[in-house]
């Protein structure tokens, strides 16, 4: 099983962007997917995640701006983000739990003024 993100780049302060991560390999669904960020020099923390029913959580950095949703048909994670600011400058890793934890590889995303 493995995670495939994409998505990442670089934008100006208030604009969008939408990052994506497929699951693949298992027959299962994903108990819940998420997104965790890791900015230099800080710990990795958790951004937003869904879960196999829909419920979602967010960071209270992000409430408002970003979006998490799914598609379980095809094991699809988004995180559609607005009005970045340049503290979301980090690098963006999909997760999925099953009865294991998977990470993707990251995608970095970078708000310049």
């Known amino acids: 099983v493995q995670l495939v993100e994409s998505g990442g780049g670089l934008v100006q302060a208030g604009g969008s962007l939408r990052l994506s991560c497929a699951a693949s390999?298992?027959?299962?669904?994903?108990?819940?997917m998420g997104w965790y960020r890791q900015a230099p020099g800080k710990q990795r923390e958790l951004v937003a995640l869904?879960?196999?029913?829909?419920?979602?959580h967010y960071a209270d950095s992000v409430k408002g701006r970003f979006t998490i949703s799914r598609d379980n048909a095809k094991n699809t994670v988004y995180l559609q983000m607005n009005s970045l600011k340049l503290e979301d400058t980090a690098v963006y890793y999909c997760?999925?739990?099953?009865?294991?934890?998977?990470w993707g590889q990251g995608t970095r995303v970078t708000v310049s003024s």
């Open positions: 997760n999925a739990v099953y009865e294991y934890t998977l």
């Open positions: 390999g298992s027959i299962n669904s994903p108990k819940a």
């Open positions: 869904i879960t196999s029913i829909g419920t979602t």
